[in-house]
């Protein structure tokens, strides 16, 4: 059993959007000890692949201190290199977000969502994905107030929650401890309506039966619900 | 609708074991048009990380060739560089195929398996992971022939399959004229029991519904028990 | 003339040493707009180089976030390679803490200072210093606490501060609107007392007066008693 | 003595032009246990550096795949960096071929021959040289055929083979088992007309003497002339 | 006490301007056994950051033969990187001499200095920078000779020297033997008339006092004022 | 016609072995205007392929310095890579060295030879062979005088020259102006007695008659007997 909250219980959820006063738009998240700063950077430039049309682009980075986890990990800039876990990451921040916004019209620039984990206890990718959709509608609403945008490229809202299966139970929005022991670890990536943007679940040691998948769908409902209200607030106050 | 074939049908699937004449275990895979080389190598030696245990190891990387697809795309080795989607279908691979075996029963050896892909056609990396559970059953069973190995190390057997909505309809297998313009597209790695491995959903465009997931599910189902049958055969014939 | 401070006057510092739970240090420094987050990591083992001996070692590395700046820049992770300012600075870091460490006395481990610039608005580099000295005090206080070390090895307290001559007036601690137009810039670090540990300076344009170059120090001396008093509280309160 | 063939005899050679459906031209070709895909693909652009110019160019990449061998390499996309032999091998390559290509009157555009060997018993790069001028030939043909060019740049046939001295024996074609104990290895590169493209030719262990490399020479004359007749062949039922 | 040179002594100085037939400007230097080959290319075409202006630019990189030194270095092209020092170097360099070019005035051209160290025996920077300015001088001197340019873009002289206490003694001009056991070293970047371009001090192995810096600082005014004598010479003799 | 010499007659060449004072072998090596520093470094360690044997190695390394050309070439350390031209011919200079040197009397050790081209006229890489025998020989007859070998592994001498066809005539030792208009291009890496290591022999338009090549071949003949000669009074002088 979880010491200090329900099995269907988020952590606590803080997100602070003036942390950065020169990005476009901008969320510190935190999922409990988990902490990771997103930016929204708005460029008057497409990516080189969209040249020849009036289409905009989102696109994402996604990167780990070295010392965000509980020994120091090495430095990609140094290695040279970004590790596997990395580019499958950011691929999966980017592809949700352009999932809920129309490219067309955002018309031709770029908005670049850099997430840095300043600290790391489970769920980074979540917590980077439901920071960066208050990152994105904070600085698109700039474009509109200011008069760059005539209409809301973002057509709707999202936000991303992790699920597993530990010791045979379902537990909504792990932490480390549990997030390394857990037999089935799923990512929902949804709607506040209940759409489906992406899903990801992958047993860890053995196989397992689909109704230990669904059980974990019904807890990602009720987080991305919470969720979702949140975010809400950050935008409201910004 | 689709022109040859069912909503429900599989590409013709054909699995060639003799292809390569050094590797443990070979598969040359086809779904349809889409051809990947897979081929299990056998090693004494285990990754760094488990030096000081009796564990092994199953990874695996994944190539295509520069002319594999309608036109011709940089050789990654050129570049310096695998790209990101490289990196997260090679990921994918390796953890799927590691699910189903038992590392410590394997012993301090480890099982590279490389997947080329010749011609590309949509489907590539469930063509893979299916045709690489058939090169690595076959060098395993080498191993237990020729006494290397005692007890099998493989507790499972697993099969890959994608699906799609393409205008709205649920389609199994999707070649790549579908694939490119699916509304949703999901990756089912699954057991010919119905055991879940890994499931990866991704809504292009727009959110979706989840009944709309359920019946690529229900699909993948069936697809996964037509391989299934097809690996068995494979196996059975080399 | 400057709007809001004086010539010889610092921007308001403030030094936070719980922002990261992990790291056996921690000073996320801010120099006004200019905010660094120090780690010092302790590592039981040695650099190659040191293997034959019983000496430890002190190392730094430097990055800064994409939107640390007014515009985004890239990320050095992402090109794969670190950029030449990036380097010279974090072998400047490193440099300057080893010289205020007995090496033999640290015994045969390794510290590693991260400096991550969270906001850049100029003085990165001096900022960084002088956190990781509050976050290696505070690494090593704690060794000393628990018994790994039962001699203080850090022998000396240092500070580090810019310099610039803007308009022909010399500035302490520049910030980026003076920076970007300074004649000359110097970097000082050195001791509570004086001692010098490094000093660099350079004419931007064209060559200066030496006597130019002595005002500079002149404001150093005065920066670096105030910044060592704000370092030591920091510890004292962490 | 050789067991199998005479010491003037090619292996057993074959060339499939049908293996990729997607290259504009194709040819799987085996050198006995050697196995090489060569594809041609034509792209409508030019190389920068003949931007100014109205010619053509003809370029050539090589590869391995990691099981290839009796045991596996490792894989050069993932070690970030084509190896010496890689770079020589394809450098060669490329020269051959733009040595019976008019470069003007290809045009402004370019043929990428890729060589990518699926098995590997000796002679791959004679065997790659071999298929690639079948591949550019068909794929020049149809260029012809539809009118894309007017006059055949293709102003010659070329093969390669290479040729040993194995305990003082001069052997056409050799086989890994006879490549790893040659004392002297040559590769010939020409016309069918005996015409001279590239000659190379290295002892191994020690100086050799001038009519040793004659004998050699005589060797490749005949094998030139029986792989040219197999290219014709191929080139007719392609 | 040195040996053969008192403490305010320059090793033999050499300057050959004619070692190199085609650069534009070069200067082999010597300052002892340190030997440094630098050369000026002057190239008709601005760096990308430049393209909007109609300023040139003067940059430098730096490189050391695996065999300059006692015991062989690695080659930095064969490990794929400049080391920190060399980057560091580099742009040093590149920074001091455009302090002493009027960068309008030389117009939309670039001049790349290349120093490659031949042999090191200490002070390879120092060196460097006292020739690059001798290979600066010649090549505009040839520039205004050809009516490339009408105006001297070059609006100073400068040159280089260490200097370093070692056993508590003021030296100038280490050579290795002294400099590997130095308790500071400095580099002064001057002009002959005392206008200061750069000033680098950094204490080895703990803090020192001011006044020794200052001992430095006037060893260094000979020095400098020595070698633009040289410098002078050898431009009149090219 | 050629001006200043005959059609079989090197340019002059010219060896300094004293250039470098710390290499255990050195030869500065003129082909006229060609002029190669080659090193040898002598290492007491073997590369990890040898490890389990007793054998040494022998192995070499190629680089140009950027402004050794007309117009200023790339540094390879700056753009992270060494190019494929470079990669062949450090190749070949190590693999020839090799064929002289027998490596289990060279015992567990490593020779380095470095051939770094300060100015290039043509003919580069078989400047450096020749130089590389040179500082070779000289770096083990230390060797063999201090007593750390006790016999000599070097069983043989060899010299390197290029031969050309240009405007249809036959000519020993091409110079830039000459090579890079020659219908064919060849290189010949022999022993004074007329041993053959190497040969390397390319069209550079169209295919060339096989009686061109030997006429390339006499003239190489003559040209490896008078470098060697060379060759040896350099070393006896030495």
Redesign the interface.
């Known amino acids: 059993m979880r010491e200090d909250r329900k099995a269907d219980e988020l952590r606590p959820i803080s997100i602070d959007t003036s ?5 476009e738009g901008c969320a510190l998240i935190s999922f409990g ?1 988990t902490r990771v ?1 997103c ?1 929204a ?1 708005v ?1 008057e430039k497409q990516p080189p692949f969209l040249r020849a049309t009036e289409q905009g682009w989102v696109t994402a ?1 996604y ?1 780990m ?8 990990g090495g ?4 290695r ?3 590790g ?5 990451i ?2 999966l921040i980017g ?1 949700s977000l352009r ?2 916004v129309d490219l067309d019209m955002l018309g031709p620039r770029s908005i ?1 969502l ?1 997430c ?1 984990v ?2 790391a206890d489970g769920g980074t990718r979540t917590a980077a994905i439901t920071g960066c959709w208050v990152a994105l509608r904070i600085a698109v609403n700039k474009m509109l107030t200011d008069g760059t945008l005539e209409q809301d490229p973002v ?2 809202q ?1 936000a991303a929650v992790s699920c597993g299966l530990v010791d045979g139970q379902a537990l909504l929005d792990l932490q480390y401890s549990e997030d390394s022991r857990a037999e ?1 670890d799923a990512n929902f990536i ?2 506040p ?18 109704d ?2 669904m059980q974990l ?1 019904a807890l990602a409902d009720k987080g991305i619900g919470d969720l979702a209200a949140i975010q809400n607030e950050a935008v409201a106050k910004s």
Chains 1, 2, 3, 4, 5, 6 share one sequence.
């Open positions: 942390f950065n006063r020169y990005a000890h700063l930016t950077s460029e980075e990167g201190l070295p010392r965000a986890t509980h020994s120091r430095r990609e800039a140094a040279g290199k970004q596997g876990r990395t580019v499958e950011q691929r592809r999932a809920v670049s850099d840095d300043l600290q057509i709707g999202l089935m949804m709607t309506e209940g759409g489906v943007i992406e899903v990801q679940a992958t047993a860890e040691d053995k196989p397992l039966h689909w230990q998948f769908k």
